[in-house]
């Protein structure tokens, strides 16, 4: 009997361990929507060229032979090889397209180049080619001068090259919307290896995880008086704010508070009853960071990363309920009569409209009519543009709207002519490709 109860006893604890093998294995590498990953693109992009942009003054002073660092000093300075570590003498070569080079002729082009591959990449156009690009760009430049990075640089540069190895532009991009119009995939959200997402949220909590470890290794955060210096330091002061916020006893609250949330990013992050308040409690402390202290795009990389905590069903489900909240934004676009909207056209005005505000219907006049919720008439192209997010990129351009409606409608087919029909089947993507 005592036998026939250890066996259960085990046979119970290997199912257990089995469930949890399998629990972490569909976590880290099961499929889900490439909606996070999508939009954590398009911040990570717009970010880095926005960093780019602003290096462009001070280009000569920093990356040029004539500038503070010239390449000779910085390859002193940096090394050309990194060390593998983990107690092993093997180094691996550093990669830096603009090692060695002097011409600023040269520097120039290939910073331009990075500044366009950004601007493709945010945009989701060409995303494989452009995503990489970007990355080897990234990673070039900020290793051509070492001297002048600091934490916000290491982020936007392993963000690059996260959206290198990640399938970046199956969802929020250009490349989606021109598949979508020449019928080439499917309209239904499209389903990718999640590992890169996780990859993303982990990475993000060990970056708070070590801040943590360190600081608290450090007497003033200990006391509780760290935050109190920064203030003090005329290069860290940004905006005017209230006298209190950097005196005691509200410096307490800073310093202990800034351990507090930095640790909870780390851990509580991930257990989801806590996942909003925690991210919330994030954003309001690099909220504090980026209104008093200049720390160039420090707070929106960070923030942009907490993106990737969410479920591409939970993104759509959010943006599904603020457009339901939003019914005053509605708007009734209807097409000229005897007309109707092309399958390849209807997947991509859906795609375009994540807060579902425009509705397309048939129509009884010989031209396009919009209309609000109460009626009221309203141009067209811009009842659209205005309301479908995805469409902004397009709407600035006149006429560009006008030209996507004309091909976008077809007459209507005889009664007795099958519709066409539209495949909705999901598609798998590795998370490479």
């Known amino acids: 009997m005592n036998s026939q109860k ?60 004539k500038g503070f660092v010239p390449s000779w000093l910085n390859d002193i300075f940096l090394g050309s090889r990194v060390p593998v570590g983990f107690g092993t003498p093997w180094s691996v070569p550093r ?41 080897i760009g990234m990673v070039s430049i900020q290793h051509r001068d070492a001297a002048i990075l600091h934490g916000g640089d290491t982020v936007v540069r392993v963000g690059c090259m996260y959206l290198a190895i990640a399938p970046s532009g199956a969802a929020c991009s250009i490349d989606r919307l021109i598949g979508l119009w020449r019928r080439k995939i499917s309209e239904a959200p499209v389903l990718v290896s999640l590992w890169p997402q996780r990859l993303i949220t982990f990475n993000l909590a060990l970056i708070y995880l070590t801040t943590t470890w360190l600081k608290w290794g450090g007497g003033m955060w200990q006391n509780g008086t760290a935050t109190y210096y920064p203030a003090r330091l005329p290069e860290f002061y940004r905006f005017p704010y209230p006298q209190f916020i950097n005196d005691f006893p509200f410096v307490y609250l800073t310093t202990y508070g800034t351990l507090f949330v930095e640790f909870s990013m780390a851990t509580l992050v991930f257990f989801k009853p806590l996942r909003k308040y925690v991210l919330l409690c994030g954003i309001l402390m690099h909220a504090h960071i980026e ?5 160039p795009l420090f707070s929106y990389l960070m923030v942009s990363y907490y993106i990737c905590f969410y479920d591409g069903d939970e993104i759509a489900a959010w943006a599904g309920r603020i457009g339901e909240r939003k019914r005053k934004w509605h708007v009734m676009v209807r097409m000229p009569v005897g007309m109707r909207l092309k399958p390849a056209a209807v997947g ?13 219907l048939p129509g009884d006049s010989a031209d396009w009519a919009a209309t609000r919720h109460d009626d009221s008439p309203l141009p067209v192209s811009q009842a659209i543009w205005t309301r479908s997010v995805g469409s902004w990129v397009f709407g600035w351009f006149p006429g560009v709207w006008k030209k996507i409606l004309q091909n976008a409608i077809e007459p209507m087919p005889d ?7 539209i495949n909705k089947e999901r598609k798998h993507i590795k998370a490479g490709g």
């Open 6 to 65: 250890q066996d259960a006893g085990e046979q119970q604890e290997a199912g257990l361990v089995k469930e949890t093998f399998q629990a972490v294995d569909r976590y880290w590498f099961s499929y889900g929507s490439a909606t996070p990953i999508g939009l954590f693109r398009i911040c990570i992009g717009t970010l880095a060229v926005a960093d780019l942009l602003m290096l462009i003054p001070d280009w000569t002073t920093w990356f040029s032979e």
């Open 95 to 135: 990669i830096s397209l603009l090692s060695g080079v002097t011409d600023a002729r040269i520097g120039m082009a290939f910073f331009a180049l990075t500044i366009l591959a950004g601007v493709f990449t945010a945009f989701g156009l060409w995303t494989r080619v452009s995503s990489i690009a970007l990355a």
């Open 291 to 295: 209104y008093t202290m200049n720390i």
């Open 348 to 360: 991509l005005l859906d795609s375009v409209d994540p807060f579902k505000l425009v509705h397309y």
């Open 415 to 421: 009664e007795d002519e099958p519709a066409p029909r």
